[in-house]
């Protein structure tokens, strides 16, 4: 059993930055990967970047070379900066975790991950 707390949200200027962190409690936080989504008012859940337990990234189109994806296993977070936020970026930010004890799995869809925090509100204003 995985618990997630997403912290470091809230309201920014467009061109901003901004740090989100997910502290992660229970078992095994390093054998899992780990993930972050969005979701916009109206909208469907994104996938947005995921970590491997052995540091392999991969990022969605829309936030490939703005936002950075992070973990420190020794303390069970995980971390995403984002850079040269836009109004678009508007959205609740939820970490995710799945198992993956290979470390080399990534994983895009919402459905596989196991675990998923409580979400932390993104406002970016124009």
């Known amino acids: 059993q995985v618990h997630l707390v997403e912290s470091g949200g809230g309201l920014v200027q467009a061109g901003a930055s901004l740090r989100l962190s997910c502290a992660a409690s229970?078992?095994?936080?390093?054998?899992?990967?780990m993930g972050w989504f969005r979701q916009a008012p109206g909208e469907e859940q994104e996938f947005l970047s995921c970590?491997?337990?052995?540091?392999?990234?991969v990022y969605a189109d829309s936030v490939k070379g703005r936002f950075t994806i992070s973990r420190d296993n020794s303390e069970n977070t995980v971390l995403l900066q984002m850079y040269s936020l836009r109004p678009e970026d508007t959205a609740v930010y939820f970490c995710a975790a799945t198992p993956d004890y290979s470390g080399l799995n990534v994983y895009r869809k919402k459905d596989e991950y196991t675990y998923w925090g409580q979400g932390t509100q993104v406002t970016v204003s124009s």
């Open positions: 229970g078992s095994a936080f390093r054998f899992h990967t």
């Open positions: 970590i491997t337990s052995s540091g392999g990234r």
